[in-house]
């Protein structure tokens, strides 16, 4: 799980300085976040964002930090229930 966390920092990181993403950046790094969730509560998050992304030519980094804060609750949720 700390592999998920550590992307989600690592794009959080790279999307800081800009506005918009294109849909093919946001689907790499979807399909790397979803190889480390694709087993958790966390995975149907990701394969709806996959989906966006055929739908979609631009995100913008407002609305991935927001999409990137959903994960990681939803990752800290799984890790903390008993």
Same mark, same amino acid.
């Given at each position: 799980?700390?592999?998920?966390?550590?992307?989600?920092?690592?794009?959080?990181? &790279?999307?800081?300085?800009? $506005? =918009?993403?294109?849909?093919?950046?946001?689907? +790499?790094? !979807?399909? @790397?976040?979803?190889?480390? *969730?694709?087993?958790?509560?966390?995975?149907?998050?990701?394969? &709806?964002?996959?989906?966006? $992304? =055929?739908?979609?030519?631009?995100?913008?980094? +407002?609305? !991935?930090? @927001?999409?990137?804060?959903? *994960?990681?609750?939803?990752?800290?949720?799984?890790?903390?229930?008993?």
């Amino acid at each position: 799980m700390s592999n998920a966390r550590q992307l989600i920092e690592v794009w959080r990181i &790279q999307i800081a300085d800009q $506005t =918009v993403i294109s849909a093919s950046a946001v689907q +790499d790094r !979807l399909f @790397d976040l979803w190889g480390e *969730v694709r087993d958790t509560p966390s995975a149907p998050l990701v394969e &709806q964002w996959l989906t966006l $992304t =055929v739908e979609r030519e631009l995100f913008s980094s +407002d609305e !991935l930090t @927001d999409f990137l804060a959903d *994960v990681e609750r939803s990752l800290l949720e799984g890790v903390s229930t008993p």
